[in-house]
């Protein structure tokens, strides 16, 4: 295997016999997701950074990666410093870094398959005015000097049944074609591999944590539909699940077929979409229309049908992870818990169920200082035992079929300091000031940030990534259009009003370098609140995920009445749902750290 330094000299020396000064690689695929296919991971195989945000860029003599802060501290653990220089965004750009770096008159080349349509709009714009060229490749120059590159996955389709999505695919594309009016359009083409797997009903195993399997789609407006999928994907029951009216196609006719769309009014996301499917549309002659991928807001309200899955699927994990709770207590004493065997032990507990699909995403399993690094990924080489007086950090989730979960806790073992108890409640009052909040229709998630932060921002401290983000149904852990962040750090779009039936997580944290990071998340569900003498429509969370909290990190006299009448109401569901689960040894346990304060 080629190293580091033998991996990066072989993409020089392929960018110099294409002519080209410089590349960008993305840790992104073709259709803009978060988590790729072993196939995509192309800034993994150059860097050795395993995060899932992520953006390279080699020149001659320079080689920058580019990362956000949730991943400030782990890249540097994972790439070799002697090749990388890492920087963080906001505060330093890709293009603001090339325009720097790159000297005039250069010529950078971009994979259009993999960047959006905007991004490449607005690179492109900014480079020009330093007089550097932004130039599309046909193929990746990565791809050329990857000898064993992974083939895409050939897992089958499958149908997901309607009494778990809660609406046909037919319904589904009536309505969503019904809105591609408003836009005047003939068709919408979508990229996304969530919206894609929820418009038609199908799930896939294509792309790591994420249950979708590699396509495209045209939704016309009589709800007909065009879908792009390897024909070797396809089975017949998926075949009759879809119905005479989706049209099927291989995924490698896609480009030509774009070609057939001349003078049709297509909408397309220039956010979602990559610029090389823009391109096509330009050269086909095809009237763009840019807008919103039409599914993202109705895949993120869930159906009652979907809401029932989640909680079904939140209660089978509240049991998991109980045991799991009931387990670190017992082991850990004895010397025998690394952060590697805790994150293979909780996964074992969720597999009991016999309903495990897999993981929403990699377990983030830290102790001590690990736990400080906010995106941690532990491996062989990082793993560390469980042992000495510090915390540990879990962030994990399940995929079930009709469910998807979140959840983080931090456990102190041993005694906690004043400081570690201190910092704990202070996130602990922030999660639950949001937990409670009731806010009129309209209100979006950047407006609620601050009320989590705001036990830190007392004593001068604060966390580095957002408060809370959408999840899907058996879909994406990180479901776009709402989030819960600070609306400074909006980039491309604007934040999005929180509406009924959607799902956000609440994950206020405080993370040491160097020393401990603590982070408490549960999912909630927006819901209507009917309050009497309103004279606005109001709207709240319902909480989702119980979990027990850690008591001897809550310092009880900083909380307020109503803030331990929360734990103590949050802890009885705890019991009430997760006990009937639970065998003797584990139930007695539960019930006691669910206790009242007192």
């Known amino acids: 295997?080629?190293?580091?330094?033998?991996?990066?000299?072989?993409?020089?020396?392929?960018?110099?016999?294409?002519?080209?000064?410089?590349?960008?690689?993305?840790?992104?695929?073709?259709?803009?997701?978060?988590?790729?296919g072993a196939y995509a991971r192309r800034l993994a195989w150059l860097t050795g950074f395993r995060g899932?945000?992520?953006?390279?860029?080699?020149?001659?003599?320079?080689?920058?990666?580019?990362?956000?802060?949730?991943?400030?501290?782990?890249?540097?653990?994972?790439?070799?410093?002697?090749?990388?220089?890492?920087?963080?965004?906001?505060?330093?750009?890709?293009?603001?870094?090339?325009?720097?770096?790159?000297?005039?008159?250069?010529?950078?080349?971009?994979?259009?398959?993999?960047?959006?349509?905007?991004?490449?709009?607005?690179?492109?714009?900014?480079?020009?005015?330093?007089?550097?060229?932004?130039?599309?490749?046909?193929?990746s120059p990565v791809d050329?000097?990857?000898?064993?590159?992974?083939?895409?996955?050939?897992?089958?389709?499958?149908?997901?049944?309607?009494?778990?999505?809660?609406?046909?695919?037919?319904?589904?594309?009536?309505?969503?074609?019904?809105?591609?009016?408003?836009?005047?359009?003939?068709?919408?083409?979508?990229?996304?591999?969530?919206?894609?797997?929820w418009l038609f009903n199908v799930?896939?195993?294509?792309?790591?944590?994420?249950?979708?399997?590699?396509?495209?789609?045209?939704?016309?407006?009589?709800?007909?539909?065009?879908?792009?999928?390897?024909?070797?994907?396809?089975?017949?029951?998926?075949?009759?699940?879809?119905?005479?009216?989706?049209?099927?196609?291989?995924?490698?006719?896609?480009?030509?077929?774009?070609?057939?769309?001349?003078?049709?009014?297509?909408?397309?996301?220039?956010?979602r979409a990559v610029a090389a499917i823009f391109r096509h549309l330009e050269e086909s002659r095809a009237q763009i229309i840019e807008a919103r991928d039409p599914v993202v807001l109705p895949k993120a309200i869930k159906n009652t049908t979907e809401i029932c899955g989640h909680k079904a699927a939140q209660a089978r994990d509240a049991a998991a992870l109980a045991r799991f709770l009931y387990w670190?207590?017992?082991?850990?004493?004895?010397?025998?818990?690394?952060?590697?065997?805790?994150?293979?032990?909780?996964?074992?507990?969720?597999?009991?169920?016999?309903?495990?699909?897999?993981?929403?995403?990699?377990?983030?399993?830290?102790?001590?200082?690990?736990?400080?690094?906010?995106?941690?990924?532990v491996s062989a080489a990082t793993d560390r035992r469980i042992t000495s007086h510090s915390l540990y950090l879990v962030d994990s989730g399940a995929q079930y079929a009709d469910g998807t979960t979140d959840v983080t806790r931090t456990i102190a073992v041993g005694r906690p300091t004043a400081q570690m108890r201190d910092r704990f409640t202070r996130v602990l009052r922030g999660h639950i000031a949001l937990a409670r909040l009731v806010f009129p229709l309209g209100t979006r998630g950047g407006q609620l940030d601050a009320f989590a932060r705001q036990y830190l921002w007392a004593i001068g401290l604060d966390y580095p990534h957002g408060t809370g983000h959408g999840v899907g149904s058996y879909l994406g852990v990180h479901e776009p259009p709402h989030r819960i962040i600070s609306p400074q750090a909006f980039v491309g779009g604007g934040d999005e009003p929180l509406l009924p039936g959607m799902i956000v997580s609440n994950e206020p944290g405080y993370y040491k370098p160097g020393e401990y990071g603590m982070r408490l998340e549960n999912l909630m569900l927006v819901v209507e609140r009917d309050i009497g003498g309103a004279e606005e429509k109001m709207l709240g969370f319902?909480?989702?995920?119980?979990?027990?909290?850690?008591?001897?990190l809550i310092a009880i006299e900083q909380l307020a009445p109503e803030e331990r009448t929360w734990i103590d109401a949050y802890h009885a569901e705890v019991a009430r749902i997760a006990a009937p689960q639970l065998q003797r040894e584990a139930k007695r346990w539960l019930i006691d750290v669910t206790r009242p304060l007192g």
């Open 1 to 36: 295997m080629a190293s580091p330094e033998e991996r990066l000299e072989a993409l020089r020396q392929e960018l110099s016999r294409r002519e080209l000064d410089g590349f960008i690689v993305p840790s992104t695929d073709e259709h803009m997701s978060e988590y790729v």
């Open 52 to 139: 899932s945000a992520g953006t390279a860029v080699v020149l001659e003599h320079d080689a920058a990666i580019f990362v956000d802060a949730r991943y400030s501290l782990q890249v540097n653990d994972q790439i070799e410093p002697q090749c990388w220089v890492s920087h963080t965004i906001p505060q330093t750009s890709v293009c603001g870094w090339l325009c720097e770096h790159a000297y005039e008159g250069a010529r950078i080349g971009y994979d259009p398959w993999v960047h959006s349509n905007a991004w490449a709009t607005a690179t492109r714009t900014a480079l020009a005015k330093r007089s550097v060229q932004l130039i599309a490749v046909d193929e």
């Open 144 to 197: 050329a000097i990857w000898r064993d590159r992974p083939s895409p996955s050939a897992a089958p389709l499958v149908a997901h049944p309607n009494e778990l999505a809660g609406k046909s695919s037919a319904l589904k594309r009536r309505e969503v074609a019904a809105t591609l009016s408003l836009f005047k359009a003939d068709v919408t083409l979508l990229t996304a591999l969530d919206s894609i797997a």
């Open 203 to 271: 799930r896939g195993s294509d792309v790591s944590y994420t249950p979708v399997a590699l396509a495209y789609a045209l939704l016309h407006a009589d709800a007909t539909a065009d879908l792009f999928v390897a024909p070797e994907k396809m089975t017949p029951q998926v075949r009759v699940h879809l119905g005479p009216e989706v049209r099927l196609h291989s995924r490698a006719d896609f480009s030509a077929y774009l070609q057939t769309l001349a003078h049709r009014k297509v909408l397309i996301d220039p956010q």
């Open 328 to 377: 670190f207590s017992c082991d850990v004493p004895r010397g025998t818990v690394s952060e590697l065997s805790a994150a293979e032990r909780l996964r074992a507990f969720r597999e009991e169920s016999g309903l495990l699909r897999g993981l929403s995403f990699e377990t983030i399993s830290g102790f001590g200082a690990n736990s400080a690094v906010i995106h941690y990924g």
């Open 542 to 552: 319902e909480t989702l995920t119980f979990a027990p909290i850690d008591r001897s």
